[in-house]
């Protein structure tokens, strides 16, 4: 399920892998490098930990074990939080500012090579952590060594992990927005289209397009709003609480979480290391965003049926039959509302990974970043597709916008008139006319009946048979009992009303500015 995963795909033979290592040592190294370890011994050291260890990893163990095959995304937001606590170290004095110097020298030859894709990564040095302070030991020797002060692993990929998804988030907020930018624009287009509005996925009152789009524009809103509110506990730093407890040396976190944009820092060490509540609270947060796509998809698909035929999406969002020559089918629709399940579980994974672990770092804790990384992408790809696919994108050529959904007002209009959608209208009608609540719905259904077994709508009865349900019945009504009457008379605030809606679509606008 998850991408480039897989135990075979890192089952080289061994001694391919030591060629690997032996071949990687760089020729660019700087003097200081001369003297160091073979990128053979950094790989050997690192498998075996210390002197304290008697035997090898098994090879199984090893790839059981790391996760560098995986978690080298973060690369950026290793470095960045390397660079910012050497920054730190030397301010504090506690490294020289020439092994600042050349950390910074090394870690930006670093990131050449990793965006060139000539960084080796190596299985043995296990994660991201190891293989780029390997090489950046390899490059500049003893300053290298020295960046691993008062820092663990365990704040750092902590730190890490929080420094890429609040870039990420930034990214999917802007999507959001794309997203409900597309909506907005193709309500704009629509306020005065009707369809019936269904509850129980039965007709029930005539609702304007535009209207019905705008209340995924304010799920997409609450999901934007969400994101915004779970990035202020992202962007905490755990760095300088090493491994659990502290540090002896005089660390200033406060500096390095300003150095990295962060907000603040976070308070317990043990609880630093150890927490991911983060990351399941974006999970849950994408989820919900992915629920809201997934229940647009639903009616996405409904709406393109033949049986309804109220939409259509572009042809290079469908797809056809390899059997049957007429069908359009709507893969990506069903392939996002496929993908939210994909998505909601990533969060039960996160979730149950961290009942029941003690305080405060556990290996568990770097299976957080699969299910992560991947509801990260899926959520991306699928807001991206969306806007898309909802308001269509700019053509180069002419300048305007071109394959969004294509709305046959048409078939909605002549769906609102099946169904009996005005009936509440016609109580509603009677209500202003003295007849208690109750007594006109009872009459209403009466008419209903009637206008059933004519096969014909209640605006079809002519006047002197709706008057046989009630005296009171005038001919005003037939005004009441007309879609756009229905639509224009619900003007409350948030209603189906025209002016409501452009009310709405004002508000939103200004919002999205
Ligand atoms: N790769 C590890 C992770 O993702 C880094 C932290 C390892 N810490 C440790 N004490 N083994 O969680």
Known sequence: MFRGRNLLDYSLPMTTRQDHAAASTPSAASPAAASQPSADQLATKAQAWSALFS?????????????????????????????????????????????????????????????????????????????????????????GKRLHTGRSRNDQVATDVRLWLRDEIDHITALLRALQLALVEVAEHNVDVILPGFTHLQVAQPVSFAHHLLAYVEMFARDEARMHDVRKRVNLLPLGSAALAGTTYPLDRERVARHLRMDGVCQNSLDAVSDRDFAIEFTAAASLCMVHVSRLSEELIIWMSQNFG?????????TGSSIMPQK?????????????????????GLITLMKGQPLAYNKDNQEDKEPLFDTVDTLKDTLRIFAEMVGGQINPHTGCKEGGITVNAAAMRAAAQKGYATATDLADYLVKKGL??????????????????????????????????????????????????????????????????????????????
């Open 328 to 348: 359009k089918n709507p893969d990506v629709p069903e392939l996002a509302r496929g993908k939210t399940g994909r998505v909601v579980g990533h969060l039960m």
């Open 310 to 318: 109220f939409i259509r999406i572009a042809d290079r969002f469908t």
């Open 436 to 513: 208690p609540f109750r007594d006109a719905h009872e009459t209403v259904a009466h008419a209903v009946k009637a206008a059933q077994s004519h096969a014909c709508d209640l605006s079809e009865l002519p006047l002197a048979v709706l008057q046989g349900f009630h005296p009171a019945i005038e001919k005003d009504v037939y005004e009441v009992l007309s879609l756009r009457g229905s639509l224009g008379a619900r003007n409350t605030l948030g209603g189906t009303a025209p002016v409501q809606v452009r009310a709405q679509l004002a508000r939103q606008r200004a919002r999205l500015a």
């Open 55 to 143: 035997e090898p990893m098994s090879e199984l163990v090893k790839r059981y074990t790391s996760s560098v095959f995986f978690d080298k995304r973060l690369w950026q937001a290793d470095i960045a939080g390397s660079l910012a606590h050497a920054e730190m170290l030397a301010a504090q004095g506690i490294i020289s500012s020439q092994d600042l110097h050349d950390i910074n020298r090394g870690m930006g030859q670093i990131a050449q090579e990793i965006e060139s894709g000539q960084f080796e990564w190596k299985l043995d040095l296990e994660d991201v952590h190891l293989n780029i302070e390997a090489r950046l030991t390899q490059l500049v020797g003893d300053a």
